[in-house]
């Protein structure tokens, strides 16, 4: 395979509000066709890094987006980058029919058929005004007005906040049935690490401003073990040093980075721990450090 | 181009307002002419006294539509770049291949273009249906003046001319608006007028002057003053207007002021201004 250039390249990447460093010096990459999940506790600088992505902010630091520098060019990054950033912020005075014809008049890479054959799987009108639909079919246009949008790199901050279960899962079914394929990358970041983890590709953990860690989901089998271990054993186990451990269900299990597995399988069953798992061991232990 | 046509007529959308507003004016108005009293007194008058009546009418009706244009042109701009912080949606606008100041651009336009020209047509409506009604009950007689047509065209030439003046002679006032609505978090009303009473009051306490009280009440009230040839002799008890309504308008004057250039590079300055706020600010 040819090495691809990232589509998403922060060196540095710093923001402060007033005296409150939202993002310290953050670097990361972003490669083409990823699922990349933007993971980390509220404050964390998760928004503000995909604020400064899309251009909505300054910032200091280097970043290069699809080659562009976004603040200073949004508008023309804009022709290859949709994002929905939070819910609901379609304008409640905007008919659907409207929305429709203005993203087909101001975007050259919206298919307004796609866009009319995915509301017209839902059971929205297009008469109706945004206002007056709930919070899940406004999601749902929003999204069928982004799908429809033929553009390299999708940003999504937390567009399921909110909703039921159902539109939940409706969001991200149509995501991945109806959209993904190996042009486009996504970047994604929710509260709901459960929901998104088995669609991730990658994932950024990120807190108080700093890329804590920084891996794709496949890696995360080879370079991180989760073993449970009982609590006779617990004492040997420690001595392999691990970077976290928390006690469930009578027995200890202990985290492990880049330990050798057969050692490790004296020990108990050894796993990969699940990105959710793997969040908050990293996170505590950072926090612990 | 293509852009402002959709931001323009996104506007429409947003503010049905801009035309609503002017329509409901417009039918009081015309039911207006339809019971009130008619005043007959000019039937029996001269020539001279029914063309200063007919100029009244227009410029009467005019005049209502203007100040009710200022008024909503003033709130739309101080709300135009606030209300889509306020309520996020500007995070699906700037999700689309717009500039900035394309966005800022289109708001401009309709608070300075459009809307004085929705009133303007409406205006226009409004007095023809309200000359033939009021030409109808009096019986005609007074008709004549109301349906010439070289007074006509040299009423909406004068509001054109109006219009135009206006735009720039208070473009300071409106980049200041554009400005603050950019700017503000909330109470846009309060931030538009706090700075100019602040700065007033500062100078009164600790200078004991009044220049800034006076550049703004010459600004605000001087738009006028400026574009026309001054004083205006109406001579109503002779029944004859000197000079006539051609004579009213001093463009040299006005488009050779140095306070007309000055204010518009004011104007344009918070427009860059506005520009740069909108740039950076997503929410409130």
């Known amino acids: ?289 | 181009m293509n852009d402002l046509i959709w931001l323009v007529r996104r506007e429409f959308w947003e503010n049905k307002a801009i035309w609503v507003m002017p329509a409901c004016i417009g039918a009081l108005l015309v039911v207006g002419s339809l019971f009130g009293k008619v005043e007959i007194a000019m039937l029996h008058a001269s020539d001279q006294q029914s063309e200063l009546a007919g100029v009244l009418f227009m410029v009467t009706i005019g005049g209502v539509f203007w100040v009710a244009m200022s008024i909503y042109s003033v709130w739309y701009m101080l709300d135009c770049l606030y209300a889509d912080r306020k309520d996020r949606s500007v995070l699906f606008f700037k999700s689309m291949p717009v500039t900035d100041s394309a966005t800022v651009v289109s708001k401009l336009f309709v608070g300075v273009v459009a809307i004085p020209l929705v009133y303007f047509c409406v205006a226009d409506i409004a007095a023809l249906l309200m000359a033939f009604v009021i030409s109808v009950r009096a019986h005609l007689v007074f008709g004549n003046v109301l349906w010439s047509p070289g007074l006509w065209l040299q009423v909406q030439a004068l509001w054109l001319y109006v219009l135009a003046t206006g735009v720039l002679w208070y473009a300071p006032v409106v980049g200041w608006l554009l400005l603050v609505s950019a700017w503000a978090k909330r109470a846009v009303i309060l931030q538009a007028l706090l700075p100019p009473l602040a700065v007033m009051l500062a100078e009164r306490l600790f200078l004991g002057t009044h220049v800034t009280a006076i550049v703004l009440r010459d600004r605000l009230l001087g738009g006028g003053y400026a574009s026309f040839h001054h004083p205006i002799h109406w001579s109503l008890e002779k029944g004859e207007m000197t000079p006539g309504v051609w004579q009213l308008p001093d463009p040299v004057g006005f488009f050779s002021s140095a306070d007309v250039w000055i204010g518009v590079l004011i104007g344009a300055a918070c427009i860059a201004g506005a520009v740069q706020l909108r740039k950076r600010r997503t929410g409130t």
């Open chain 1, 1 to 289: 395979m040819i090495p691809s250039s990232p589509l998403i390249e922060a060196r540095g990447l710093s923001k402060k509000y007033g005296s409150f460093l939202a993002l310290d010096r953050a670097d990361f990459v972003v490669q083409p066709g990823r699922i990349v999940g933007l993971i980390g506790p509220n404050g964390a600088g998760k928004t503000t890094a995909l604020r400064a992505v899309l251009g909505l902010t300054t910032y200091d630091g280097q970043l290069r987006v699809l080659g562009r520098e976004p603040f200073a060019e949004r508008a023309v990054l804009m022709q290859e980058t949709s994002f929905i950033a939070d819910v609901a912020v379609l304008p409640s005075w905007l008919r659907v029919q409207q929305a429709i014809d203005f993203v087909a008049g101001v975007h050259p890479r919206f298919r307004r058929e796609r866009a009319v054959a995915l509301l017209a799987k839902t059971d929205i009108g297009m008469r109706r005004r945004i206002g007056e639909l709930s919070k899940g079919m406004k999601t749902m246009v929003h999204l069928a007005l982004t799908m429809a949008i033929d553009a390299r790199l999708l940003v999504l901050d937390e567009p399921t906040l909110g909703l039921d279960i159902l539109a939940r899962r409706g969001f991200y079914d149509a995501l991945v049935n109806d959209y993904m394929d190996e042009t486009r990358t996504i970047v994604i970041t929710t509260h709901q690490v459960e929901e998104v983890e088995n669609l991730l590709t990658d994932v950024l953990f990120i807190d108080k401003g700093h890329i804590v860690l920084d891996c794709s989901v496949e890696d995360i089998g080879t370079r991180y073990a989760a073993v449970e271990v009982a609590d006779d054993r617990v004492a040997a186990a420690r001595q392999e040093r691990p970077f976290y451990e928390r006690r469930a269900l009578g027995k200890t299990i202990l985290y492990f980075e880049g330990a050798d597995r057969e050692k490790l399988e004296d020990f108990g069953e050894v796993g990969a721990p699940s990105v959710s798992d793997l969040f908050v061991a990293k996170l505590s232990a950072e926090r612990a450090a």
